[in-house]
């Protein structure tokens, strides 16, 4: 019987600094049957030179390295374009900027093999400090109480899935049956929900409660930058757009499809508003709470939020108290 082929696909842009960690841990993979799709968007540091540095050790272990050279395109296109390659039973979508447990794959293709009518099958992670990478700061799967549900689209869809690119290991032919274009929508960021939405819509999801993968936190990692009211309402308007263009892309019946389209749209307003009143956006949150309520989806959390910021005593109590519970939600 032969041994399933793992297609690993990883977007890379100018990960000369970190990258070496992410082939060493393909390398030390206890499964072979591997082929490394590398695409380059754009790197103008020494990525590439470093990436080829390993191309000997690679092949010496059995492993087939594809690099894509590409204009930058952001995340999505490099993905799109790594799709075009590949011919495994399964796919993985790493960042090169992490790494992967040596029994990472072998633990996943075991589970897929064994589990046949599963589409995807997701591990825990470690998340890391890139000033600590021999310390935990927590896994990522402590926060997802829906974690062991088979069916995960509507979690994915609501924000309440793991959506760690390299904690799924999918089956190529669920894949592209879902995906038959092999094209993602393009985007800087967000592949996950295209990757995935539309194989958790018509497939099951094995959860693995293993950490497999190891997710570092960078000083400049995406989700610690720019922190700005214009920025986070920047990232709202992009992530709904790419999960509403993943939606009109998919095979749903025209009624089904409008509903999660509108529960999105309403998900979305109830996030900026939230944005808004932490900003202290007297303006914004007024004519997003004036949306909800005209749909009759406004909850008391909204209505809180519009009375507090009417009142600046009353705004900084609230403030404390919302910025308290949110803490304590993120630090679970």
């Known amino acids: 019987m032969s041994i399933p082929l793992v297609s690993i696909v990883t977007p890379c842009y100018n990960v000369g600094r970190v990258v070496q960690r992410f082939l060493d841990s393909i390398l030390n993979q206890t499964y072979s049957n591997i082929e490394l799709i590398i695409v ?23 492993i087939d390295l594809i690099y894509v050279y590409q204009e930058n395109t952001g995340v999505a296109g490099a993905v799109n374009a790594g799709l075009q390659k590949v011919s495994g039973n399964y796919i ?13 794959l072998a633990k996943r293709v075991e589970i897929l093999e064994k589990n046949k009518k599963c589409g995807v099958v997701t591990s825990d992670a470690f998340i890391r400090s890139i000033h600590d990478l021999e310390g935990c700061l927590r896994l990522a799967g402590a926060k997802h ?23 799924h290991m999918a089956r190529a032919s669920f894949f592209f049956e879902t995906q038959p274009d092999q094209l993602l929508f393009p985007c800087r ?19 693995l409660d293993e950490p497999l993968y190891n997710y570092i936190i960078y000083d400049t990692s995406m989700s610690q930058g720019d922190d700005s009211e214009e920025k986070q309402l920047y990232r709202c308007d992009e992530h ?23 529960e999105t749209r309403i998900r979305y ?14 303006v914004l949150v007024k004519e997003l709470y004036k949306i909800l309520s005209k749909e009759n989806k406004s ?14 005593y009353i705004y900084k109590i609230f403030r404390v108290i919302f910025s308290t519970i949110r803490d304590k939600i993120i630090k679970r």
């Not at 103008?44 to 010496?60: A, N, Q, R, S, V």
């Not at 993985?92 to 990472?104: F, H, K, R």
């Not at 939606?247 to 509903?259: F, G, T, V, W």
């Open 145 to 167: 109480k829906g974690k062991f549900k088979p069916n995960q689209f509507d979690d994915l869809l609501s924000g309440s899935s793991m959506v760690l690119s390299g904690t």
């Open 189 to 207: 960021r967000g592949q996950n929900w295209q990757m995935l939405l539309p194989l958790y819509y018509k497939y099951e999801r094995y959860y």
């Open 92 to 104: 993985c979508w790493p960042d090169a900027d992490d790494y992967l447990q040596t029994d990472s």
């Open 299 to 312: 909850r008391r959390k909204e209505l809180m939020y519009l009375l507090a910021i009417r009142n600046k």
């Open 40 to 62: 380059d968007d754009g790197s103008t540091d020494d990525t590439k030179e470093i990436i080829f540095l390993y191309e000997k050790l690679l092949l010496e272990k059995g």
């Open 240 to 262: 709904e757009e790419i999960i509403i263009e993943t939606l009109n892309s998919m095979n749903i019946e025209p009624d089904i499809r409008a509903k999660y389209i509108n």
């Open 269 to 282: 307003v109830r996030k900026r508003l939230t944005i808004a009143f932490y900003n202290h956006n007297k």
